[in-house]
């Protein structure tokens, strides 16, 4: 079995795949101090729980923007699957060109969405990743990474607002409010901030869509991607497993190029 780890800056997802099948698969809080044998335990208490034994994991891929925690995943699985990883970069993606001015500074996490949206839709395509940061990235119809734009998270947004204007509560965004004109504070917070986003996406889509003189497929994903898919006017697809997928064709294309 192949074990799939994405790290983020605020969470981690997690995944296990029997061939080109999603057995399980988990998100956690990204704790940037945990130790190898910490996350260990963290891995067979979830392997458990879904009837996966740890000595079934043959290959590990691993994409990672947290550098702290690299060396310790590293260690994790030498140590515990007696493999090493395979950890995704631009020198890893060998089919994909990225023509970004410095190509090592793509994260692996935007590399990986890439592949796997254009390995399903086979299209130019502009993919919106709602993280701690929400990133836009756009790919040719000839599968070229041209680059995208990075602009802060809704949660880092609201957060700011929360932290510089004292009488303000903090509120659920989660739930798309029932109109833009909000009847009390907390309502209108989330208008402002969910459909003010909103407004950013859809200007940043049409914007690169110019750019790009095509008709791009326009995926979402990440943690907010379905409600803000509610919202938006210009997202075609939600693709929750997008990061995953990537991991998995990144290391079959990987085996496939030693046989």
Request: aromatic fraction near 10%.
């Given at each position: 079995m192949l074990f799939v780890i994405d790290v983020g800056n605020t969470n981690t997802v997690l995944g296990v795949y029997d061939g080109d099948r999603l057995v399980e698969d988990w998100r956690i809080r990204t704790e940037r101090n945990m130790t190898e044998?910490?996350?260990?335990?963290?891995?067979?208490?979830?392997?458990?729980?879904?009837?996966?034994?740890?000595?079934?994991?043959?290959?590990?891929i691993i994409s990672c923007v947290v550098p702290p925690l690299m060396?310790?995943?590293d260690s994790f699985c030498r140590k515990y699957f007696g493999h090493?990883?395979?950890?995704?970069?631009?020198?890893?993606?060998?089919?994909m060109p990225i023509?970004?001015?410095n190509p090592a500074e793509v994260g692996a996490d935007r590399i990986v969405n890439a592949v796997a949206a254009?390995?399903?839709?086979?299209?130019?395509?502009?993919?919106?990743?709602f993280g701690?940061?929400?990133?836009?990235?756009?790919?040719?119809?000839?599968?070229?990474?041209?680059?995208g734009a990075i602009s802060p998270g809704i949660f880092i947004s609201a957060e700011a607002l929360f932290q510089k204007a004292s009488?303000?509560?903090?509120?659920?965004?989660?739930?798309?409010?029932?109109?833009?004109?909000?009847?009390?504070?907390?309502?209108?917070?989330?208008s402002g901030i969910l459909f003010g986003y909103s407004g950013l996406v859809d200007g940043i889509v049409e914007r690169m869509k110019a750019e790009m003189?095509?008709?791009?497929?326009?995926?979402?994903?990440?943690?907010?991607?379905?409600?803000?898919?509610?919202?938006?006017?210009?997202?075609d697809a939600v693709e929750s497993g997008l990061t995953l997928e990537g991991l998995r064709l990144l290391d079959q294309k990987a085996k496939n190029s030693y046989k």
């Open positions: 044998d910490e996350f260990y335990v963290m891995v067979v208490t979830l392997f458990n729980g879904a009837g996966i034994s740890p000595e079934s994991i043959r290959r590990t060396s310790n995943l090493e990883p395979r950890w995704v970069n631009v020198k890893t993606v060998s089919d023509l970004y001015s254009y390995a399903r839709y086979r299209q130019s395509c502009i993919i919106i990743d701690t940061a929400t990133t836009f990235d756009a790919i040719s119809e000839k599968g070229e990474y041209l680059g009488k303000l509560p903090r509120v659920d965004l989660y739930t798309e409010p029932p109109s833009v004109i909000g009847k009390n504070t907390a309502w209108s917070m989330q003189k095509s008709d791009p497929k326009i995926i979402a994903t990440g943690g907010l991607a379905r409600l803000m898919t509610q919202i938006s006017k210009s997202i």
